[in-house]
């Protein structure tokens, strides 16, 4: 590294000064913002909508964290009502992407293992990030809009 620091982005206009405790959707720049978008416009994309589409029906149901298996699971539960949820490939590999666009967060299961192979075997679990979760809103929100909405 050479020491000098990157150039900073203009403000976002609403947005808190650097200089602010910025938290929450404030964080996020322009860049940021954007970024949460990536999963509709990615070649995959229906398989990030029908996944995201998992994680909100948890979400309903007061399942907040989700590992990788807990998707599959719910996934399940949609292609059962919508064939085309039955689609989704690695489930794993679309997680990661969603984590690193920051629409889900990506963390450490916590909680206590029983024994020491379930230790060495603790996987990731992921909650929607608040960016995220708005944008996954808006993409939904654009997807159902009629002609009379749009009027």
């Known amino acids: ?3 000098s620091e990157p150039a900073l982005p203009a403000p976002v206009p609403g947005a808190t000064a650097a200089g602010d405790a910025a938290f929450g959707i404030d964080a996020f720049t322009l ?3 954007l970024r949460l978008f990536h999963f509709a416009a990615a070649e995959k994309r229906h398989e990030y909508l029908w996944l995201l589409r998992a994680f909100d ?4 149901n007061y399942q907040v964290l989700m590992h990788a298996s807990d998707a599959c699971a719910v996934l399940g539960q949609l292609a059962a009502e919508q064939p085309e949820a039955a689609t989704v490939g690695d489930v794993q590999v679309l997680l990661d992407a969603l984590a690193e666009w920051q629409v889900l967060d ?3 299961d916590g909680s206590p293992a029983a024994s020491l ?3 060495r075997n603790r996987h990731c679990v992921y909650p929607f990030t608040q960016a995220g979760y708005r944008a996954f809103r808006a993409v ?3 997807l159902t809009a009629s002609l009379e909405d749009a009027q």
Request: aromatic share 10%.
């Open 106 to 108: 990506r963390s450490y």
């Open 117 to 119: 192979a379930e230790y």
């Open 1 to 3: 590294m050479t020491g």
């Open 57 to 60: 029906r948890a979400r309903a």
């Open 140 to 142: 939904e929100e654009g």
């Open 31 to 33: 860049d940021d913002r």
